[in-house]
């Protein structure tokens, strides 16, 4: 079994925010996986389906974003499944809008949520998509542009980006994660 967790804040509020883009995705793959997404006795909406023969959960924390360890805990204890079934996909600031990245494990990094996520589950070895969101201008930025909508051109370029992740994500799911990792983590040259 999959575990599919994308994060973000929940609340009208937040909702189309470039920290919400795991959100975003994971709502794209329910519309057309064709997968309700329903509260849980954990803190979070999630549903499942069968996807390369494995069942796959799809969740989205109703935690806020410092907290999603704790639903990824309460996941992982009440299914009984290692951290390598979970695969968390989240906003990056240093990855362009319209970009991926794929990793297989590693640190959290400066992300909160991930930061949360590793604490809980004391682990860091568990496949992720990185969607890029674009970088602020300075450091002191930082919230205001998370929590910031993305513009008319940026959310065809999101677009792009989830059709990415949901790419990769099926390769994952596939067993091909060294595939998936070797299409999207390429450096873009100016020739490209």
Do not use: C
């Not at 919400?20 to 389906?49: D, M, P, Q, S």
């Not at 949360?116 to 970088?135: A, D, M, N, Y």
């Amino acid at each position: 079994m999959w575990i599919v967790v994308g994060l973000g804040n929940p609340g009208r509020r937040y909702s189309r925010t470039r920290h919400n883009a795991g959100f975003l995705f994971i709502k794209k793959l329910a519309r057309e996986w064709k997968v309700k997404l329903k509260r849980k006795k954990y803190l979070a909406k999630a549903g499942e389906v069968v996807k390369s023969d494995e069942r796959v959960r799809l969740v989205i924390p109703q935690t806020f974003m410092n907290e999603n360890g704790k639903v990824v805990s309460e996941i992982m204890d009440e299914l009984r499944i290692s951290p390598e079934n979970f695969v968390i996909i989240y906003d990056d600031l240093d990855i362009p809008v319209g970009e991926i990245r794929v990793r297989k494990e590693g640190g959290p990094g400066t992300h909160r949520g991930m930061n949360s996520i590793v604490r809980e589950l004391e682990s860091t070895k568990f496949p992720r998509i990185r969607l890029g969101i674009g970088s602020s201008l300075s450091e002191n930025d930082v919230t205001s542009f998370v929590l910031s909508s993305f513009n008319k051109e940026e959310k065809h370029l999101l677009q792009k980006s989830l059709e990415k992740a949901q790419e990769a994500l099926e390769m994952i799911l596939a067993g091909e994660i060294e595939k998936a990792m070797n299409i999207y983590n390429k450096k873009k040259t100016l020739l490209n």
